[in-house]
């Protein structure tokens, strides 16, 4: 973190934008929202491990700077790179929105994906502390849960995350898994016998896709006896 003056600004902002992406954080000691926003870039920023790069702007001390980004409200939150202003915010933010901000300017840099990259599950569960709205975070963490025999964990904490690709798979596996059915071995005449009586048993029919959903799109068996069983019903 640096902080910036009107005598330094071009060295410290604009120069220094050509080499590493600068968040500029123009505050104000009288300005509230700043005191709640500045520690909040301070420990996002920092994550990025120099990815990133701060400079913050007391405004009443530093008007030409104020003035040149034309700011009317503060905190007023300017990305520049290269030289050029990419991406801006005015007034406080919540944490989540500020990670959002900075990842756009340094991908795969933040403290959420070096957990992630890490792999195991106490990483994973701190990355998902760090971001909870995180699908693919989350879907990592249901995977190692699942492994674990954390089966209504698994359903608990893929439950507000949308229905679609391996959350189906990973919830469908949880169920199953919790229900005392395993995917292990050749599963190809459960399905076969499922698959004559899904016409005209609905339950035979859930169950069916229920564990085409666990085997999940990878699974040729997935395609084939979907295709199967609508050629059977239409």
Not at 52 to 74: G, R
Not at 117 to 125: F, H, M, Y
Request: with cysteine; hydrophobic share 45%.
């Amino acid at each position: 973190m640096n902080d910036v003056t009107d005598a330094t600004f071009a060295l410290d902002v604009m120069e220094r934008s050509k080499t590493v992406p600068v968040v500029v954080d123009l505050w104000a000691e009288w300005c509230g929202p700043c005191k709640t926003l500045g520690p909040i870039l301070d420990k996002v920023i920092a994550e990025t491990q120099g990815a990133v790069e701060l400079a913050k702007v007391d405004v009443d001390a530093n008007p030409m700077i104020a003035q040149a980004f034309q700011v009317q409200s503060i905190p007023a939150v300017f990305a520049v790179v290269n030289g050029s202003i990419v991406d801006t915010f005015v007034g406080a933010q919540p944490e989540h929105a500020v990670r959002a901000f900075i990842e756009k300017l340094a991908p795969g840099s933040s403290e959420v994906d070096r957990l992630a990259a890490a792999g195991d599950p106490a990483s994973l569960e701190e990355a998902f502390k760090l971001d909870p709205t995180n699908a693919e975070v989350a879907n990592a963490l249901a995977g190692a849960w699942l492994d674990a025999g954390r089966f209504e964990d698994v359903l608990i904490l893929l439950e507000p995350f949308p229905a679609v690709g391996d959350t189906v798979t990973l919830r469908a596996r949880a169920t199953l898994l919790q229900s005392g059915i395993t995917l292990d071995g050749d599963l190809d005449e459960t399905l076969v016998s499922l698959l004559s009586t899904a016409i005209a048993d609905e339950e035979s029919r859930a169950r069916l896709l229920s564990i085409l959903d666990a085997l999940g799109p990878s699974d040729p068996r997935y395609v084939t006896y979907r295709r199967k069983l609508a050629s059977a019903l239409y």
